[in-house]
């Protein structure tokens, strides 16, 4: 079991995209509507008056969640440059995991954008039982389009697992 004690508190946010259209060329084609995108830019500005700034950003490669990464990033003033990963559009939980895994311990706050139920689901994954109350319950309730987990976890990234992380908030961005 690795030494928590000696590793630095890492923060991450697990989001789902904002709302998209119901139909596309093909389903990872779907665009936000403007409700997402407005959704999407209040969700960043959510996350910037609660300090979160990432240095690494984990964003599925379908249209509407790189469209809620530019949105998030406009609202919250971000000017990070995501990776937009394909292998996160058909992802469970386990593979989102996976990919968490292999972000550079040089970060400390990372945001992933993916799809459900896999991000709900990794959310609840993720969660000790152990942090905010009210955030966990909500989370548990339901993980709506703009919805987000913040998590803080004390570890290399390598070892983020089942109930490893403390949920610290949790919001729903609408416009």
Do not use: C
């Amino acid at each position: 079991m690795p030494d928590r004690t000696k590793s630095p508190t890492r923060t991450l946010v697990v989001m789902r995209h904002s709302k998209a259209e119901q139909g596309g060329s093909t389903d990872a084609e779907r665009e936000l509507t403007s409700r997402g995108r407005a959704d999407a830019v209040a969700a960043g500005s959510w996350l910037a008056a609660h300090g979160l700034i990432p240095d690494s950003a984990l964003v599925s490669a379908a249209t509407r969640t790189q469209q809620t990464w530019t949105a998030v990033a406009e609202g919250a003033g971000w000017d990070l440059e995501p990776t937009f990963d394909r292998g996160l559009y058909v992802a469970d939980p386990d593979t989102a995991l996976d990919l968490l895994r292999m972000l550079d311990d040089a970060s400390t706050t990372a945001i992933v954008i993916g799809h459900n139920p896999t991000m709900a689901y990794l959310a609840q994954l993720l969660d000790d039982g152990e942090g905010d109350v009210e955030a966990g319950n909500a989370m548990a309730i339901g993980f709506p389009t703009s919805a987000l987990a913040v998590f803080h976890y004390a570890g290399d990234w390598a070892d983020l697992g089942p109930g490893s992380a403390t949920v610290t908030g949790f919001h729903v961005g609408r416009g």
